[in-house]
Structures are given as C-alpha cells and as structure tokens.
C-alpha cells in the first residue's frame, strides 16, 4: 500500500458529511470511493452530490466492498460499537465519529476487538490534528506560561428547535450535551493538565431524559482543578483558557478552528502577545494523518485509548449529575 492513496468508504450519509466531504476533496493522502445509506436513493444523491464513484443501498455493501481499506463511522452513538466491529470483520481500518462508544468500558472492548482484528482504530476528533495544537503543546511543554494551574473550557450551541426526535436529544441513541460536546472540553482538559482527573463534580438540566446543560468540575489528585460548560442551550461557545503559575493562554474556538486559528498569551502589566496558526483545515490534517499511517504501517495518533481515558470521566461526570455528589473517575 505504500505510495498509493489510502481508499474511503462512509458508512451513512449524516450531517457531518457536510463538513467531512470537503475534507476527503482536499485531503492528498485519501481518496473518497463509496458512501453507503440503508435508503438507495440517499447513497445516489450524497454520491452524486460529491462526485463518489459508488453509491452502496447497504452498510454491509460497503464492508464488503474489496476495493476500501478503511471507513468513517458518522451514525449514532449507539451504533459505532456495531459497525466498528463489523468494519474490522471486514479487515477495514475505522475512524469512528466521537465519542468512540457512549461508555469506557464499550470502549475498551471495541479497541481490543480491532487489535484482534489488526485493523487500526481512531476517534474523529479534529483539533488534536490542528497545526494550531502542536503550536500550543510545545509552548505548554517548554514551560511558557509555568505549571500548568487552572483550566477552564465550554462547548456549547442553541439548539433550534428542541425536537424530541433528534438524535441528540434520544436516550437510546446515548443523547445527550455531555456526550456530544461536553466530550471536547474534557478531552481538553486532560491535554492540558497532561494528567488524568482523580474525583469530579457536575449539575446538569434535563430534558427528554438527556441532559441539555451540564457545568462540570475536575479535581486532580494534587488539588488542581478544572472546570467546564456544555450544552445545547446557549449560543456558540468552543474556547478554553489555561491558566499557568507565570501567565495564562486563551485559546478561542478551539474544537472548529476558523482560517485564522490563533492563541492569546496574557502576562500580568503586559499586552496579550498573539500566536497565529493560518490557513489549515483540521479535518484534512485528521483524513491524511490517518492514511498515512495505515498506509506505512504506523500507529495512529492519538491512540484510541485516548478515546478510553475520556470515557472514563464523562462517565463520572454522568454519574454525579444523575445521583449528586463528587465521584471518583
């Protein structure tokens, strides 16, 4: 395989396609051959829509077709379980639409289940793969900013109208702010404290049965703490701030980077210094990450036990906002 483009197949024709598909067009290292849908007409329209040779009238068409090596997973929380382990059945590498499972422990379970398989496996968040966070990494690591102290986030959008019949608003889809965007900043969290949440707190606001607002704390184990607000009640709001004993980094929009990604550096007596990331598309870093190492035979990055650790504390998260109190993740 080394040398050629790696060959793509996407189970499903959900709304993140809208923002998928011109990722796989730019993407150098993919090529986009099949879409699949359980309705004919839907596979024949996307594919058509964005120029895909083949249109499959099932999902279990597209796994057996022997001309894709690997697929992305857009469908329902619920079902990335399945159709992971059915990919792998079919020797097909997955990059699975987040969260990975709706629970850690189906996590860990479908990532062995694709070691057996030897297929490799990722979750599809994009802003690990951003330029823009390798910039930030390496001014966190070099000590920039001091120790990393404090971290606050949110991921939050008004969702219009609250129709009962949305995916994200079903409990046996595994619905939920939490597990649709409040996944990010804990995500976030972990990646900048580089170390894993020991106990948590959270309150959260109910409907359907989901919770549509969550406000969550995070305590490490030596006593710093991170707080973060998800849902689907405000407007836009994807940043995250981290705070440092010698100065503070304010990263805006940081899960849907625009053009224009930066990072505000604020110093105490003096002006915020601004770092600049232009001109890159995450979701094509994310499509041409994942091919090149299936392709040379490399472990994909970040690993899905990444997806497993994350798991962990919206579990607890979800745990404390359902019974009160402060869990141990």
Known sequence: MAGTKLRWGILGVANINHRLLPGFAKAEHAELRAIASRSPDKARAAAAAANIPTAHASYEALLDDPTIDAVYIPLPNTLHAEWTRRAADRGKHVLCEKPLTPTAPQAE????????????????????????????????DAGSIGEVQRVSSAFTFRMEPFDPNNIRLRTELAGGSLLDVGCYPVYGIRWAFGAEPETVYATARYEYGVDVEMTGIVRLADGRMASFDCGFTLPYRGWMEITGSEATVFVPNLWLPGPRANFLILREGRDPEEVVVAGEDQIVHMINHFSIAIREGQPVSPAPEEAVRTLRVLDALAESAREGGEVKV
């Not at 379970?109 to 823009?132: N, T």
Request: net charge positive; glycine share 6%.
């Open 109 to 140: 379970e479908v990532i062995a289940y694709c070691r057996g398989k030897h297929v490799q496996l990722m979750d599809g968040f994009m802003w690990p793969h951003h330029p823009r966070t390798a910039r930030l990494r390496q001014f966190l």
